[in-house]
């Protein structure tokens, strides 16, 4: 056992941390890739198992799974040690991922779907606690854009990938592409993850773990079903979001009196935690949608075709991965955590002023420019945030510290992406009724360019121009909002500390 002012990053040869970090990434890569190639085939699924309605529950029972499990992934990891849970999530993902592939009707699926969610919440959360343990405090914001790595690679081979699949040996072939990734980083994380661990006294707040993946799985249903289907005042929907707020209260009387409790809510008063957990939740509140907004714009807004719109995409995953590796080498370097993050928000809300700006006249290169700045202010954030945690506190609660981001950006971007996305369609349907029905012919149904934006390239002279400028005006007043979200979270990092200060 190392001494105990001795991080376990020195416990390892340069060998064995390279061979985890591979691991690691093979880990994120099973989630990573297995939502970005599901995306272009959820259709043919749907479509062979005979159920289109249920199409988005496809997604859904993963997400509600994966990010109400989070926190509890990682206090699992601070009992019981990370290399034995991480190695626990990766045959779970593994195992529902092989019964997906045979499902033989939606429900199976969805089933499975649900399980593969459950070991994708470690995944996609652990990762950064292992970085905890391999990397030295200093050096961790560097090593975060390796898992931006992961996810700029899944989002430039996955959809193609998926499209390639399902035109080729079918769409059950995605589950079992997850096997060699897995062998991989069970072996990597097995022959190079050698840090002793303490031995403590385990005893599992069960009680805990059950309040808040109901509190935050009635959340999540309620923003996918009033946001979609049942309407934001429905009986139904308000019943689901009292409901999380009594589970959630709940959680926290049963936190504030467990022995061992799944969240010790002391992280969440210390200065150098809800900062950056507070920036991170309000972030992702506002970012997740723009991933579909551009490409919607694109097509309706500049008349590209779907393909060349899938392309709007490229900077900004391209941005992504070089301020965050920029940035992350800087803040070891200085250790201004607080500078970058503000300076990286900044430079996020210039992109979506320029998109505000943005019609049909707008050049294609400052188009893409719009979208490089979106993905160099977000690149920045995600290292300097997860590093700000895992260095405000001690070893014993770092996997539950480096769960909190992801979890809260998880829960932040399925409200955000519902409650957006409502506010964009409400303001598509005002402005068409407002500027469009006057000069629209009779017979012309509205509703159907809200319902099918690709029924407007049937259109043509005035009535065209019309329905588009109805669309950019929309898309305008939807930037505006995200541009005073993200003025929340910038004002949230100015009270950031910067380590040793």
């Known amino acids: 056992m190392p001494p105990a002012d001795v991080h376990s990053s020195?416990?390892?040869?340069?060998?064995?941390?390279?061979?985890?970090?591979?691991?690691?990434?093979g880990g994120v890569s099973l989630a990573a890739l297995d939502q970005m190639v599901l995306s272009t085939a959820v259709s043919a699924v749907a479509g062979e198992l005979g159920d289109i309605s249920q199409a988005p529950w496809i997604f859904t029972a993963n997400l509600l799974t994966s990010a109400a499990s989070m926190p509890i992934w990682g206090k699992l990891g601070d009992l019981y040690g990370r290399r034995r849970v991480f190695q626990c999530a990766i045959l779970l993902f593994i195992a529902t991922s092989l019964l997906a592939a045979q499902s033989p009707s939606m429900i199976t699926l969805l089933l499975c779907r649900a399980g593969m969610g459950l070991g994708g919440g470690a995944l996609l959360t652990m990762p950064y606690a292992i970085l905890g343990d391999v990397v030295s405090p200093r050096e961790r914001p560097a090593y975060v854009a390796l898992?931006?790595?992961?996810?700029?690679?899944?989002?430039?081979?996955?959809?193609?990938?998926?499209?390639?699949l399902v035109d080729g040996p079918g769409w059950r072939w995605m589950f079992y592409i997850n096997v060699p990734a897995a062998i991989v980083a069970m072996i990597c994380i097995q022959w190079g993850y050698r840090i002793p661990r303490r031995r403590i006294d385990h005893r599992v707040d069960f009680a805990g773990a059950a309040l808040i993946f109901s509190a935050v799985g009635c959340l999540i249903l309620y923003t996918s079903w009033a946001g979609e289907t049942l309407g934001w005042t429905a009986p139904l929907s308000l019943s689901l979001l009292a409901g999380s707020a009594a589970l959630g209260v709940a959680f926290v009387v049963q936190e504030r009196r467990a022995a061992e409790p799944i969240l010790e809510l002391s992280l969440l008063r210390m200065r150098p935690v809800w900062p950056p957990l507070l920036?991170?939740?309000v972030f992702g509140f506002g970012n997740f949608t723009i991933a579909f907004f551009l490409p919607l714009f694109s097509i309706v807004v500049r008349g590209t075709k779907t393909v060349e719109a899938g392309f709007t995409l490229a900077p900004l995953t391209a941005g992504l991965l070089i301020s965050g590796i920029f940035v992350g080498r800087r803040a070891v370097a200085t250790g201004f955590y607080r500078r970058y993050a503000s300076g990286g928000l900044v430079v996020y809300i210039a992109g979506l002023v320029l998109l505000v700006t943005?019609?049909?006249?707008?050049?294609?290169?400052?188009?893409?420019?719009?979208?490089?700045?979106?993905?160099?202010?977000?690149?920045?954030?995600?290292?300097?945030?997860?590093?700000?945690?895992?260095?405000?506190?001690e070893d014993r609660y770092l996997g539950v510290a480096s769960s909190l981001p992801g979890f809260a950006r998880a829960v932040a971007q399925t409200i955000g992406t519902s409650m957006l996305g409502a506010?964009?369609?409400?303001?598509?349907?005002?402005?068409?009724?407002?500027?469009?029905?006057?000069?629209?012919p009779a017979g012309v149904v509205l509703d159907t360019f809200v319902e099918s934006p690709a029924s407007i390239r049937a259109l043509s002279g005035p009535l065209e121009a019309a329905v588009i400028e109805a669309y950019r005006v929309s898309f305008a007043e939807t930037y505006g909002v995200m541009i005073g979200v993200m003025a929340l979270s910038l004002l949230a990092t100015r009270f950031m500390r910067d380590p040793g200060r």
């Open 279 to 281: 920036a991170t939740f």
């Open 147 to 164: 898992i931006s790595l992961v996810w700029t690679t899944s989002g430039f081979i996955g959809p193609p990938l998926g499209g390639f």
């Open 423 to 440: 506010f964009l369609a409400l303001r598509i349907s005002h402005h068409l009724a407002q500027d469009v029905a006057p000069i629209a």
């Open 10 to 25: 020195e416990t390892l040869s340069t060998i064995q941390r390279r061979v985890v970090l591979a691991g690691m990434m």
């Open 358 to 393: 943005a019609d049909r006249e707008t050049p294609d290169l400052a188009f893409l420019l719009y979208s490089l700045l979106l993905g160099l202010g977000s690149g920045s954030l995600n290292p300097i945030f997860v590093a700000a945690i895992q260095n405000a506190v």
